[in-house]
Nanobody
């Protein structure tokens, strides 16, 4: 089991920055992929950034050059640094982790944190 708790959301103005944090606990050494997703009411949840162990991170086109996903030294924290925020970045952001145990894959989600960017 892996538990994820996000923090760091809030209200900012266009052009400002925020850093989201996601604290993972439990069987963190089984995590092989981490990611940040976002969801706007009435729309499907979309992947913003993902990072598979040993590979370079992937980002959706609209956040490339502005967002950075990273993990803490102890691998128990996942960050999303968001710079030059735009109103279209407004959404609930969710932390995600994929856990591999044997041949079974488990998918875990945090509770979400609201990010609101005003003009």
């Amino acid at each position: 089991q892996v538990q994820l708790v996000e923090s760091g959301g809030g209200l900012v103005q266009s052009g400002e920055s925020l850093r989201l944090s996601c604290t993972a606990s439990g069987d963190i050494f089984s995590i092989y992929v981490v990611g940040w997703y976002r969801q706007i009411p009435g729309k499907q949840r979309e992947s913003v950034a993902t990072h598979v162990n040993g590979r370079s991170p992937d980002y959706i086109e609209s956040v490339k050059g502005r967002f950075t996903i990273s993990r803490g030294d102890a691998e128990g924290t996942i960050y999303l640094q968001m710079n030059n925020l735009k109103p279209e970045d407004t959404a609930v952001y969710y932390c995600n982790a994929g856990s591999l145990r044997g041949t079974a894959v488990y998918n875990y989600w945090g509770q979400g944190t609201q990010v609101t960017v005003s003009t």
